[in-house]
């Protein structure tokens, strides 16, 4: 199993199809067969329902507009986690931004932000809604894949989140890159689908596993304290 915290890379060519498979993945397109996530096959859930697992960021930098980076993260909490209370989801943004060091973004119009800045932003509209699996492009406008992850890793929410990472780059440079960012397992051309599909739901078996320890852990020291 991957543990938690890890990188899984799909590496491949230009236009062969990493970027449709995971928008496949995250629900963002027609497909036929099943997608597992542990053991929930989420080509069965709904829309709304499915953001709460899958998170993606994608190439494409967030659209500029007039809203202000706060409201994004409240729509982005809107879509995927109606049913938690106001007080919840002040919470979970106000915790995220305060980690990433956002707060002076916050109150800004995405129009007047910079490419990165938007990036950041949509980094955290994923995080914020606290998804069991992360998708991401390592070709990105504005910051690249590889940085995006360092920036991730050091964040608590972030830490923990199995990342699917797709490229098509496979150079030793890169690899050694990606690895550095936290890679620990590569998926290359061509693909063997059926063993994606299996090295994913190992990886999110792992980080259950490891998640379940790590409270387990904590459970522990507060009785420990407690006595």
């Not at 498979?21 to 329902?49: E, F, H, N, R, Y």
């Not at 659209?63 to 729509?75: F, G, I, V």
């Not at 440079?173 to 890679?183: D, F, L, R, T, V």
Request: charged residues 20%; positive net charge.
């Amino acid at each position: 199993p991957v543990p938690p915290g890890s990188l899984v890379a799909l590496v491949g060519p230009n236009a062969v199809g990493k970027s449709t498979l995971i928008k496949a993945v995250a629900g963002l397109c027609a497909t036929q067969g099943q997608v597992w996530l542990d053991d929930t096959d989420l080509s069965t859930l709904p829309a709304a329902v499915r953001l709460r697992h899958i998170g993606y960021l994608p190439q494409a930098l967030p659209q500029p507009s007039s809203l202000l980076a706060y409201e994004s993260w409240q729509s982005a909490l809107h879509s995927s986690r109606s049913a938690w209370t106001a007080a919840q989801r002040e919470t979970a943004i106000e915790d995220t931004v305060a980690r990433m060091g956002l707060q002076a973004l916050a109150l800004r119009r995405m129009d007047e932000l910079s490419g990165g800045q938007r990036q950041m932003v949509g980094l955290a509209q994923v995080i914020i809604r606290a998804p069991q699996l992360l998708l991401l492009d390592v070709m990105m406008a504005g910051i690249d894949g590889f940085e995006t992850c360092r920036r991730l890793r050091r964040l608590e929410h972030g830490r923990h989140v199995p990342v699917l990472i797709l490229t098509g780059l496979d150079d030793i440079a890169s690899i050694e890159q990606a690895q550095q960012a936290g890679a620990t397992d590569f998926i290359t051309k061509p693909i063997h689908w059926g063993l994606l599909v299996y090295r994913v739901r190992y990886a999110l078996r792992g980080a259950a596993a490891l998640e379940s320890i790590r409270q387990s852990r904590e459970s522990l020291a507060r009785a420990q304290r407690m006595a």
